[in-house]
């Protein structure tokens, strides 16, 4: 793996545990489940090492957190506001960089529903505050930084938020967002707000006027807008609006597993042919496919190969939107308010306990890229699809 400069840094370590804030037993980073490798042979294993080290390998979309062992506690763990960064973890992932989608809608400090501007807030500037204690993960917020990080063994760390909601109908929040170091933003969860309609909808009315500014708006900032997930139309509406290329930083592909959370065909060429690209997903029971209805590896690279048979690999890549702890468990807890059963709605899946060689943040770029040398793919391509992609788009994107 990548030589860091990872020292064993603890997340809040400046401060003393139990005096100056509640502690929790937090979820192993490294070996909570049963370790899983792709099986290649050792000149493969070799090829994949290097390719991990050669390209840039950025994540689209995760959430680098350690969350307690016990998921009954995970609320009252949100509540109080001081969320743990998996630096161990991450130190063992391959990644060069990782979008880290924060809390947003269940950062839950003075609201019950999630989405509060306060709260959002203060989540960010709480893992600022900590990342600014430690030399391993850097507050990245241009392309240089990325490239700056990877050349001194460091790992990127970029803030983006899974929805607008936060802004309410105050455009001039995005320029505070941006200000603040938010560099990507979807622009509608599952839920509707000013923006548009998000998948949960029953039906969608598409990009409002006041969206139609906000993407204007990002354009002009150079923040970077995800659809991921928007609904269908609000979708097709912000590709067109946009003068950039837009990002799906995690998804899959709704022709494999008929779920509202995946997308479909024409939103998928559209983001391409606007020079976009779409990350794939691995959320537990996300990226399920006919051939492979358990939740693994396995199914989810078949949404990759799907995609870039559909759009050509210059536009696909990974956002796996893992974390460190029991996934399966925080959806539970937080169903309601991630929309899980709308997004599922009438697909019927064997629930699993964790997703099977891409369970963490540590575990999935080192299996994506041997899955990936495993079956033949060219180095050209896949420096494209664990990187070189996102950064060609950002390079476009972010000023």
Same mark, same amino acid.
Request: hydrophobic fraction near 40%.
């Given at each position: 793996?990548?030589?860091?400069?990872?020292?064993?840094?603890?997340?809040?370590?400046?401060? $003393?545990?139990?005096?100056?804030?509640?502690?929790?037993?937090?979820?192993?980073?490294?070996?909570?489940?049963?370790?899983?490798?792709?099986?290649?042979?050792?000149?493969?294993?070799?090829?994949?090492?290097?390719?991990?080290?050669?390209?840039?390998?950025?994540? +689209?979309?995760?959430?680098?957190?350690? /969350?307690?062992?016990?998921?009954?506690?995970?609320?009252?763990?949100?509540?109080?506001?001081?969320?743990?960064?998996?630096?161990?973890?991450?130190?063992?992932?391959?990644?060069?960089?990782?979008?880290?989608?924060?809390?947003?809608? !269940?950062?839950?400090?003075? &609201? $019950?529903?999630?989405?509060?501007? =306060? *709260?959002? #807030?203060? *989540?960010?500037?709480?893992?600022?505050?900590?990342?600014?204690?430690?030399?391993?993960v850097v507050h990245a917020t241009t392309v240089d930084?990325?490239?700056?990080?990877?050349?001194?063994?460091? +790992?990127?760390?970029?803030?983006?938020? @899974?929805?607008?909601?936060?802004?309410?109908?105050? /455009?001039? %929040?995005?320029?505070?967002?941006?200000?603040?170091?938010? %560099?990507?933003?979807?622009?509608?969860?599952?839920?509707?707000?000013?923006?548009?309609?998000?998948?949960?909808?029953?039906?969608?009315?598409? +990009?409002?006027?006041?969206?139609?500014?906000?993407?204007?708006?990002?354009?002009?900032?150079?923040?970077?807008?995800?659809?991921?997930?928007?609904?269908?139309?609000?979708? +097709?509406?912000?590709?067109?609006? &946009?003068? $950039?290329?837009?990002?799906?930083?995690?998804?899959?592909?709704?022709?494999?597993?008929?779920?509202?959370?995946?997308?479909?065909?024409?939103? !998928?060429?559209?983001?391409?042919? $606007?020079?976009?690209?779409?990350? !794939?997903?691995?959320?537990?029971?996300?990226?399920?496919?006919?051939?492979?209805?358990?939740? &693994?590896? @396995? &199914?989810?690279?078949?949404?990759?190969?799907?995609?870039?048979?559909?759009?050509?690999?210059?536009?696909?890549?990974?956002?796996?939107?893992?974390?460190?702890?029991?996934?399966?468990?925080?959806?539970?807890?937080?169903?309601?308010?991630?929309?899980?059963?709308?997004?599922?709605?009438?697909? *019927?899946?064997? @629930?699993? @306990?964790?997703?099977?060689? #891409?369970?963490?943040?540590?575990?999935?770029?080192?299996? /994506?890229?041997?899955?990936?040398?495993?079956?033949?793919?060219?180095?050209?391509?896949?420096?494209?699809?664990?990187?070189?992609? =996102?950064? %060609?788009?950002?390079?476009?994107?972010?000023?």
């Amino acid at each position: 793996m990548k030589k860091t400069q990872y020292d064993g840094y603890q997340s809040f370590q400046y401060l $003393k545990a139990g005096e100056d804030y509640k502690t929790y037993t937090l979820a192993k980073e490294l070996g909570r489940v049963p370790a899983y490798t792709v099986d290649i042979s050792d000149a493969e294993e070799e090829r994949a090492r290097r390719l991990l080290n050669e390209g840039t390998v950025i994540s +689209l979309h995760d959430h680098a957190m350690s /969350i307690p062992e016990d998921t009954s506690r995970v609320i009252e763990y949100f509540s109080a506001g001081r969320i743990h960064t998996g630096y161990e973890g991450l130190s063992q992932s391959g990644l060069d960089a990782v979008f880290d989608a924060l809390l947003d809608g !269940i950062a839950i400090i003075t &609201s $019950k529903m999630g989405w509060k501007w =306060t *709260d959002v #807030i203060h *989540d960010l500037g709480m893992r600022l505050s900590d990342i600014a204690h430690q030399d391993f993960v850097v507050h990245a917020t241009t392309v240089d930084d990325i490239r700056q990080a990877k050349a001194n063994g460091q +790992l990127a760390w970029i803030a983006n938020l @899974e929805s607008s909601t936060p802004i309410e109908n105050e /455009i001039e %929040r995005l320029e505070v967002l941006y200000g603040l170091g938010i %560099r990507c933003m979807g622009i509608v969860y599952s839920e509707a707000n000013s923006l548009g309609s998000g998948l949960r909808e029953p039906t969608d009315g598409g +990009l409002s006027v006041f969206g139609r500014q906000c993407v204007k708006r990002m354009n002009k900032i150079g923040m970077a807008i995800d659809v991921s997930h928007a609904g269908d139309q609000t979708a +097709l509406d912000t590709i067109e609006v &946009s003068d $950039k290329p837009v990002f799906i930083t995690h998804a899959g592909a709704r022709a494999l597993w008929p779920s509202r959370r995946l997308k479909p065909d024409e939103v !998928i060429e559209a983001c391409a042919d $606007k020079g976009g690209v779409i990350g !794939i997903e691995a959320a537990p029971h996300t990226t399920l496919t006919k051939e492979h209805p358990e939740h &693994s590896i @396995e &199914s989810y690279m078949q949404h990759f190969e799907y995609c870039v048979d559909l759009v050509g690999v210059d536009h696909a890549a990974f956002g796996p939107d893992t974390l460190f702890g029991d996934h399966v468990g925080l959806h539970h807890a937080f169903a309601e308010h991630l929309s899980i059963a709308q997004s599922h709605k009438a697909v *019927d899946y064997e @629930e699993v @306990e964790y997703v099977k060689g #891409i369970e963490n943040p540590a575990e999935a770029f080192p299996n /994506i890229v041997r899955w990936l040398v495993k079956h033949g793919y060219s180095d050209g391509d896949i420096k494209k699809a664990i990187g070189g992609n =996102t950064m %060609r788009v950002l390079e476009e994107v972010w000023v």
